[in-house]
């Protein structure tokens, strides 16, 4: 049964949207939408979308496979390519096969995107979004079990690099291992067990998912700063240290909230991430996409930018005080699967 009355939450989330959208108005951000169906979902070898055949009914079309988004990210940049300033949006995503106690096939972002910032100044802006939402979420977490919407209030966010946060968790230094061998010995004599695991990236997260990541964001949110340049994603290198990137995630309570970008402005080297992601998949038995042609050429033509994405089923699960997303949403994924 859930934790909290669905109606409370269903004001939690009324609350939580109407708070988020006037702190962005104020600062100046344009709310947009942009298509739930795309060409192109996005890249990442862990993520799979959902297929939606498109078959036309005229002869203006031409059938091919569209998919359901698993983010707005291509088409956000794509607006900023062409001068849209600060925008943000709320939207549904999809990602298939997500389903367990804080993951939902079908859930609610917040992304949002500041040109000519960095991800400090993107950081600023979400810690001050969320500790205007926190006070919104009040009056519907009164009375809720558990419930917390004092927590985002606790500024300033902790800000941790990555490898001060290995460092201070497990004594290892990622600085004194350059290759998957030499960090799967440091790892393994923490006692962490790595299985098959060989690449640095495969070992890294055995690490960090066992002996790290539980212990973020517990007496406020922590943003976890300044990744292996390996896990750059679609962030560029930090300026005078290319062996990290300027990419950020955002944890409360050990549960992982958000995740942004630096944002990389090469579309050479944009592209050829990207095939290195397609392959991957491949060597993963995964669905290989095609590439957003679209967003690649707009991201030549961006400014220098900042951005990151925000689940906010999982933000409402905190102020609400509930551990399962099933119990923030009216109707989540196990009514059909």
Not at 148 to 156: C, E, I, L, N
Not at 213 to 233: D, K, N, V
Not at 276 to 300: I, K, N, S, T
């Amino acid at each position: 049964m859930p934790n909290v009355n669905p109606w409370r939450a269903a004001r939690g989330r009324q609350g939580l949207y109407a708070a988020l959208r006037h702190f962005f108005a104020r600062q100046g951000y344009l709310e947009v939408e942009t298509p739930l169906l795309v060409p192109a979902p996005g890249m990442e070898p862990y993520i799979t979308a959902f297929e939606a055949p498109f078959v036309p009914e005229t002869d203006l079309g031409r059938a091919r496979t569209l998919y359901l988004h698993t983010s707005p990210e291509y088409a956000m940049k794509r607006l900023l390519a062409e001068g849209a300033g600060p925008l943000f949006q709320i939207c549904k995503v999809f990602r298939n096969g997500e389903v367990s106690q804080t993951h939902n096939p079908e859930f609610t972002l917040l992304e949002f995107y500041r040109p000519h910032a960095d991800y400090h100044a993107i950081m600023d802006d979400l810690e001050g979004a969320l500790a205007a939402a926190g006070q919104a979420a009040a009056v519907a977490a009164e009375g809720a079990p558990g419930a917390d919407p004092s927590f985002f209030t606790r500024t300033p966010y902790e800000r941790v690099t990555v490898r001060d946060a290995v460092l201070r968790a497990t004594g290892v230094d990622l600085r004194q291992h350059a290759d998957g061998a030499s960090l799967k010995r440091a790892v393994e004599a923490t006692g962490v067990r790595t299985g098959d695991a060989q690449s640095f990236d495969d070992v890294f997260f055995h690490l960090f998912l066992q002996k790290v990541e539980p212990g973020l964001g517990h007496e406020r949110p922590t943003f976890l700063i300044e990744y292996p340049a390996s896990m750059a994603a679609l962030s560029r290198l930090k300026p005078g240290d290319g062996t990290v990137a300027e990419r950020v995630e955002l944890y409360a309570k050990g549960l992982e909230l958000a995740n942004g970008f630096s944002e990389l402005t090469d579309a050479a080297e944009q592209r050829a991430r990207l095939l290195e992601e397609q392959e991957l998949r491949r060597r993963l038995g995964r669905a290989v996409y095609p590439l957003d042609e679209r967003f690649l050429e707009a991201v030549g033509r961006m400014p220098p930018a900042a951005g990151i994405a925000v689940g906010l089923d999982r933000i409402l699960m905190l102020l609400l005080g509930v551990q399962r997303i099933e119990d923030v949403l009216l109707f989540p994924a196990h009514g059909f699967v």
